[in-house]
Each structure stands twice: as structure tokens, then as C-alpha cells.
Nanobody
Framework: QLQLVESGGGLVQPGGSLRLSCAAS????????IGWFRQAPGKEREGVSC????????NYADSVKGRFTISRDNAKNTVYLQMNSLKPEDTAIYYC?????????????????WGQGTQVTVSS
């Protein structure tokens, strides 16, 4: 069964850090671009960051640039999202998604597999 599983979410105070993981099972991520998306209550799902299959190209939403870092370890079949200097407006469910193409896309329907999501709450 092809599956993506996110982990690492939780409750953190403003200014704190979390590292999200996206692990694949049933397939290898080597040839997939991986995106991180988030959805806050009452809002549409939005792109946060993406990394190409080789890891050579990364991109970020303006709202997270300089604070979040995406990386991948193909040997572990896992993609990470390091989130620093977290703000209350980062509160959302975070999803990872795999696109069977080398390069990223901002369009949700360009992604073939989705995880179940992990909750991130930034609050004092």
C-alpha cells in the first residue's frame, strides 16, 4: 500500500521550533517532488514549501521564507520541514504530498499521494 505519513506536529509557543517528517511506505520517494501544504480552520489549503526529486531546487511561500527549511533524505525515504520562529498564524494541519515528477508544482491536483496530516498549534 502506497502511503505518506507525517509526524512531528504538536503544540509550541511562539518563537519555538518543530521539525515535521514525511515518511513514505510502499514506494520510493527518489523520483518524486515533495510538497508541504497546510490548512488552517476556515481557510483553503495552501502551499508552504516544495523540494525537487534531486533536492537541488527548493521553494517557499513568502510567509515562511527565512523561517522554514525543507530537506530530504532519500536513503531514509523521508522529507523534513524544519520550522523555526513559529508564529500563531502558522497554526494549521500540515500535509505532505508526492508528485510523480521531478519538479514542484503549486497546484494541489498535480500531486498524486497525500498524507493524513499533522496538527501544528502555535500558542502561548
Amino acid at each position: 500500500q502506497l502511503q505518506l505519513v507525517e509526524s512531528g506536529g504538536g503544540l509550541v509557543q511562539p518563537g519555538g521550533s518543530l521539525r515535521l517528517s514525511c515518511a513514505a511506505s510502499g514506494f520510493t520517494l527518489d523520483y518524486y517532488a515533495i510538497g508541504w501544504f497546510r490548512q488552517a480552520p476556515g481557510k483553503e489549503r495552501e502551499g508552504v514549501s516544495c523540494i525537487s526529486s534531486s533536492g537541488s531546487i527548493t521553494n517557499y511561500a513568502d510567509s515562511v521564507k527565512g523561517r522554514f527549511t525543507i530537506s530530504r533524505d532519500n536513503a531514509k525515504n523521508t522529507v523534513y520541514l524544519q520550522m523555526n520562529s513559529l508564529k500563531p498564524e502558522d497554526t494549521a494541519i500540515y500535509y505532505c504530498a508526492a508528485r510523480s515528477y521531478s519538479y514542484c508544482s503549486s497546484r494541489l491536483n498535480h500531486y498524486d499521494y497525500w498524507g493524513q496530516g499533522t496538527q501544528v498549534t502555535v500558542s502561548s
